[in-house]
């Protein structure tokens, strides 16, 4: 089966992913369309001014979306204040609230702009390490099908850490780029997160709700701030219906790169799927649906419907590196997020400058309460998608052919990779 003209379908689950400050991390946000004010508690006594939130947003989402809209009810800021003593800082959050409790934006509109999204008054000489968005929801319109998506992991928030932490002065802005892929898997609309943010200045006044186009400066300064890793499938196995998946991801950049999560695209087949019960609502006959999804039910997805999209699965890391050593690949395990609970496993696992892991998953693919299982095919010829999204935009798409071997993969086109799957 060919990788390279069938459209990207992955899922709704939800993903709380959240790393340390000198971590890289990655963000999932939304912005407001009228105010959203703040004011730090200056217990130095230093002079205030206002840091304007900007935000950018290159989606990569299924053919034919329309909208992809977010709606959040909070921003925290975590900043480190001036204490008054040289080279000191006060680390604290500083609490945004969107006017009206909440705010959405359509996050295919902030393409090549950004919009101001938030206006916090902070000391001088303060420093911003990362930005918090407390997500209240996600819909995304995919030829006139409006769909929930969640999150790929459970929770309800993501974070935007910068990526070079700096004093802030009057007239400073932060610009955070989110780059999320929303893809299609048999559990329903899921959003993989990565994103990075930067310091940038203005000479213009700024309010709540004001679009800027992105200058050369601003995609340059985007651009070094990314990270870069590289990836190949190097296992895929089946006995007994179970999967054995094992990829090795690089880290090629300068700086540390958070592992968000990894899409394997390619031919599955359904083992079984004799329907279950779902919820409270009783179970459904297989075969019903809107020729896009399985059949749902009023409150959620029905997972015991035989799903249409079959074709992808998203894993996320469960285990940290074994090790962080540059001199030899360290092993993590990945789990498969099936849409149905909150991995409590999550881990928030980071990926150093040269540093090597190989990932792998072993166990039966199979979603909420159905007893069907999907199965990879290992025949020879067989062509796989390997997608790895990580923060800080270093995402990497592959497609490997099978037989594996070190010549199996190569690199796809990173602006085609949400359209021509």
Do not use: R
């Not at 480190?80 to 705010?103: D, F």
């Not at 997972?303 to 090790?323: D, K, L, Q």
């Not at 090597?356 to 998953?361: A, L, R």
């Not at 025949?379 to 490997?400: K, M």
Request: with cysteine; hydrophobic share 35%.
């Amino acid at each position: 089966m060919s990788v390279k003209k069938t459209t990207l379908q992955y899922a709704a689950v939800a993903i709380i992913v959240s790393l340390g400050i000198v971590a890289a991390s990655f963000l999932y946000i939304g912005l407001p369309m009228t105010g959203a004010n703040s004011t730090s508690n200056n217990s130095t006594g230093g002079q205030l001014s206002p840091l304007a939130i900007w935000l950018t947003d290159p989606p990569q989402v299924p053919s034919l979306t329309t909208s992809l809209n977010l709606t959040y009810s909070s921003i925290a800021l975590l900043v480190g204040e001036p204490t008054g003593t040289s080279g000191q800082l006060n680390t604290k959050t500083v609490a945004v609230t969107p006017s009206g409790g909440s705010a959405t934006i359509d996050l295919m509109k902030l393409q090549n702009v950004s919009q101001t999204i938030a206006l916090a008054s902070l000391p001088n000489s303060s420093v911003l390490y990362s930005v918090t968005f407390t997500v209240s929801k996600i819909n995304i319109d995919v030829n006139n099908t409006v769909s929930t998506v969640a999150l790929a992991t459970g929770g309800t928030s993501f974070q935007v850490t910068m990526a070079h932490p700096t004093g802030f002065s009057a007239g400073d802005f932060a610009l955070l780029q989110l780059n999320p892929v929303v893809v299609d898997t048999p559990s329903g609309y899921q959003l993989i997160p990565s994103s990075v943010g930067i310091m940038g200045h203005s000479n213009s006044s700024d309010h709540v709700g004001d679009q800027h186009q992105l200058t050369a400066n601003d995609n340059n300064a985007l651009g070094s701030a990314k990270g870069n890793v590289t990836a190949s499938i190097t296992a895929l196995s089946v006995a007994n219906n179970a999967t054995t998946f094992t990829a090795i991801v690089n880290n090629s950049a300068s700086v540390p790169v958070g592992l968000v999560g990894i899409g394997l695209h390619g031919n599955f087949t359904v083992v079984g799927g004799a329907c279950q019960t779902f919820g409270s609502q009783g179970s459904q006959s297989q075969g019903e649906g809107d020729g896009n999804h399985s059949a749902s039910h009023a409150d959620g997805p029905d997972m015991c419907a035989i799903p249409t999209h079959i074709n992808e699965v998203v894993f996320i890391p469960v285990s940290t590196p074994t090790s962080t050593s540059t001199s030899s690949c360290s092993t993590a395990k990945l789990g498969l997020a099936n849409g149905e609970q909150e991995l409590s496993d999550f881990h928030n696992l980071t990926i150093n400058p040269g540093q090597c892991v190989q990932f792998t998953f072993s166990g039966i693919i199979s979603y909420g309460n159905s007893n069907f299982t999907l199965v990879p095919s290992t025949t020879p010829g067989q062509v796989y998608a390997l997608h790895v999204i990580a923060s800080n935009g270093a995402n990497q798409l592959v497609s490997c052919t099978l037989p594996l071997s070190t010549a199996s993969c190569t690199v796809q086109n990173q602006n085609q990779e949400s359209q021509d799957w």
